[in-house]
Every structure is written in structure tokens, then in C-alpha cells.
């Protein structure tokens, strides 16, 4: 539905009215996103709580986002944070074309399968 970080809090504020906050979440909506700030990630981090994992995943691909900008902000956010972790999409999937279909955006079955993956064994090994 094209939506960036900022659609985050509100749906993650409803799942905490409702009492269906998970153990953990995984964000990664920067693909429509052109500033990623510590505000933002905050109004994020403050519905969850402290005992919610918050997962946020680095940007991949495409060339009219500024990735390397936004995935610095992911980064410098989550080392100084509890309980804030980062999945590095990025790193995996940057110039990694098999994985995505020729608009170099949205993941073929193989780029779904390794997001997905890389999601599982981060969220794992957060668990450890």
C-alpha cells in the first residue's frame, strides 16, 4: 500500500489497544520513506514498550531513495537502544538482483525466501 515508517505508530497503537502487542516486531516500511529520524523511531519505540523487540530492517535496492542515509539512521538508532535490533536487508540484498524482479524493488520468490529467512534467524538470535 506504499506506506513509509510514519503509518508505523498508529496500526502498532491500535494492536496496543486491542492488547495484541507481540514479543516482537519487525518494521520495515522505508521503502516509501525519505527521512528516517530518532522522532519517528521513538513515537514507534514508546507503543511498544520495554519488553517488545522492535526489529527494524535496512533499506535495499532502487536508486530514487537516499538508502545509504536512511540505513545509517536505522543503525545509529538501534545501537543506543535496549531492545532495539537491526535486520540488514541491505547488506544481503544490495546489488543482489536474482533476488529481486527487474524493477529492482519488489522480491522475486528467491528474494522472499531469503527475507524471510534473514527475519527468522535475526529475530533467533536476538532470542539467545
Not at 520495554?50 to 526489529?55: E, G, H, P, W
Not at 536508486?63 to 539512521?73: D, G, I, L, M, S
Amino acid at each position: 500500500e506504499s506506506r513509509g515508517i510514519e503509518k508505523a505508530a498508529p496500526i502498532l497503537a491500535d494492536c496496543a489497544a486491542r492488547g495484541e502487542m507481540p514479543e516482537n516486531v519487525v518494521v520495515s516500511l522505508i521503502t516509501n520513506e525519505r527521512t528516517i529520524t530518532d522522532e519517528l523511531l521513538d513515537g514507534i519505540r514508546n507503543i511498544l514498550g520495554d519488553n517488545t523487540k522492535l526489529f527494524l530492517v535496512t533499506g535495499y535496492a532502487g536508486t530514487e531513495q537516499p538508502r545509504e542515509v536512511q540505513n545509517a539512521a536505522i543503525k545509529s538508532y538501534a545501537s543506543a537502544r535496549d531492545n532495539v535490533y537491526v535486520i540488514d536487508w541491505w547488506n544481503l540484498s544490495h546489488d543482489n538482483w536474482s533476488l529481486l524482479y527487474a524493477d529492482h524493488i519488489h522480491l522475486n520468490p528467491d528474494g522472499q525466501y531469503a527475507y524471510a529467512n534473514l527475519i527468522n534467524n535475526e529475530i533467533k538470535r536476538a532470542a539467545e
